[in-house]
């Protein structure tokens, strides 16, 4: 029963990852907390469900929802960020709540506040290595998480945006001296971040077959605790920090304190925080702490 | 006579503005707390328990709760003076959660199920509260204090170059924010007179930063000003049915466009009130 509680943890924790590294994008690169991340995700789950039961096919599911999602980063930036740019960061998180209260206020009247259930059949076929059982959408997780890290690693220390991205984060002022289109960059995190949070909402839809409007508060939030006990520095801190937690909240509720299970993200955020605010893997310079 | 909805809309303002004082306070400090919420759930709870299942006069009940809140904020407060900016306020929205993921599972409180029993208290009450530690903060505001914490905000290592110590001016801000934070969640517990978790979210902190944020931030006047603003607001958009969160999200953006720095900015009120006394100086 432990292996299939850790693999469920694993599976939870990659999904975690997802959505932590959207928080860590517009954070690392522009210094703003962007809430407006978690309503993103519950987008995503929304839009991944209204894609299985149109066409029963949970492969279209991601890449739809990626779309949309995206879609929303872009209008987050474009109204909420790109106006306030010049203001204390203080701001611009103000204003990613208002997109926050428009996301969630739009899928409760359209989808409605009860919670939608997938059909069972989906489910149907499940596969078993010894005494762990898999499915379809658990392999679906396991393909599309390592794809997009590996990709958004690959993005962020190769290719030409990723060295714009690092630029801007250090100095935008500087980076436009030497030819870098920081408003592209910028648009680039917003919407990079919302495509994997759409992602991430909906694969954990699928992995639960159950949604409702209030998943962004209830889970998205928790990729903050994930950014922050990974490390702001470094892109592979969400990918130790998220399936950790994963597996310490499916171990709690597998002995005991299932209702606790929201303390362990936020008790290690503090914990981090207090005792190494560069995170888990954020080297030795503790400037982070001090941003 | 003012109808009984015009004196629950006036009692949510009187609410509003305690909690938006908390905030202010602590930001008067330079730092920016998320978790103000979770001091009101201490407030709430405290002072719900303390005069339901103890029979504790309100104002007493509130007194206490105020002072254990207080102390819980300078609590988290001293360990949080490693942090600024950002990292601070993550870590107190971490709080925040933490206090109503507690209450969701403490039986003594009715866990998820809520808490009530409360006997409900008079608007007058409120504003009474609401108003003297209003009047309180704008006394202080023209004391040595508030200069300590305005240098302490401006440069944290410039103010401890003169002299002040910023620990103990930061943490006792919190404490005082935890405090105003506790009466507003004590005084709505007393006016809702039913308490659930769900009254004490992460919106309902990120509220309250909203408050001080469109109110302005320099003066206690903007806190005033916010409160009134965004209590009067919702209610105004009745009209648009399921709608209104969405609306008054889209507003909440539009007014940061427009006066980022808050509807009551800078010295305004002071400016106002010496010109007016210099015209009637000069008339006289």
């Known amino acids: ?291 | 006579m003012l109808s009984s909805y015009v004196l629950g809309l006036l009692t949510l303002i009187g609410i509003n503005l305690l909690l938006a004082l908390s905030v202010y306070v602590i930001l008067a400090t330079g730092q920016l707390s998320l978790g103000n919420g979770g001091f009101m759930a201490l407030g709430a709870y405290g002072a719900s328990v303390l005069t339901a299942s103890y029979g504790v006069p309100l104002p007493f009940a509130l007194l206490i709760a105020a002072l254990g809140t207080g102390l819980v904020g300078v609590a988290v407060g001293y360990p949080a003076l490693r942090l600024t900016g950002v990292y601070l306020a993550i870590a107190t929205l971490g709080f925040g959660e933490i206090i109503r993921t507690f209450f969701l599972n403490f039986p003594v409180t009715g866990g998820a199920g809520g808490f009530h029993g409360m006997r409900i208290v008079a608007p007058g009450t409120v504003w009474l509260w609401a108003g003297g530690c209003f009047v309180a903060i704008l006394l202080a505001e023209q004391s040595r204090l508030w200069l300590e914490y305005r240098a302490v905000r401006d440069d944290e290592f410039a103010a401890f170059a003169l002299g002040l110590d910023p620990t103990s001016l930061k943490v006792g801000a919190f404490g005082v924010g935890a405090a105003l934070a506790a009466i507003g969640g004590g005084l709505f517990a007393h006016y809702a007179l039913y308490i659930e978790p769900g009254n004490f979210s992460f919106l309902v902190s990120i509220e309250m930063v909203l408050f001080v944020i469109l109110g302005g931030s320099e003066t206690v006047w903007g806190p005033l000003v916010g409160a009134i603003a965004m209590t009067v607001l919702p209610e105004m958009l009745r009209f648009v049915g399921n709608w209104r969160d969405a609306v008054f999200g889209a507003m909440l953006i539009v007014i940061l466009w427009v006066r980022r720095e808050g509807l009551v900015s800078g010295n305004i009120v002071p400016r106002i009130v010496r010109r007016e006394r210099k015209i009637r100086a000069t008339a006289t």
């Open chain 1, 1 to 291: 029963v432990i292996a299939q509680q850790v693999v469920n943890g694993l599976l939870l924790g990659a999904v975690y990852s997802l959505v932590a590294l959207g928080y860590w994008l517009v954070m690392g690169v522009l210094g703003i907390l962007n809430v407006a991340i978690s309503e993103i995700f519950m987008m995503g789950a929304y839009l991944g469900f209204v894609v299985v039961l149109a066409h029963r096919s949970i492969w279209l599911a991601v890449p739809i929802a990626m779309v949309g999602a995206a879609v929303l980063g872009l209008i987050v930036e474009r109204f909420g960020y790109k106006p306030l740019r010049d203001a204390p960061p203080i701001v611009p998180l103000l204003s990613t709540v208002g997109f926050s209260l428009i996301f969630q206020n739009v899928a409760t009247n359209v989808w409605g506040s009860d919670p939608v259930q997938l059909p069972e059949s989906i489910f149907a076929r499940r596969m078993s290595f010894g005494t762990i059982e898999v499915g379809p959408i658990q392999m679906l997780i396991v393909a599309c998480t390592g794809s997009l890290i590996l990709l958004l690693a690959l993005v962020v220390k190769r290719s030409w945006l990723g060295r714009a991205l690092r630029a801007v984060s250090e100095s935008r002022d500087v980076a436009m001296l030497l030819g870098v289109p920081a408003d592209t960059v910028t648009i680039g995190t917003f919407v990079i971040s919302g495509a994997l949070a759409g992602a991430a909402g909906c694969l954990v839809g699928l992995h639960y077959s159950v949604i409702n409007p209030y998943i962004g508060v209830e889970t998205g939030l928790k990729g903050i605790a994930v950014m922050i006990v990974g490390g702001v520095n470094n892109v592979w801190g969400s990918l130790v920090a998220g399936p950790l937690i994963g597996i310490a909240e499916v171990l709690a509720v597998a002995y005991g304190a299932s209702s606790y299970r929201d303390i362990v993200a936020y008790g290690l955020l503090i914990c981090m925080l207090l005792l190494r605010p560069q995170g888990l893997l954020g080297g030795t310079i503790s400037r982070s702490g001090r941003a």
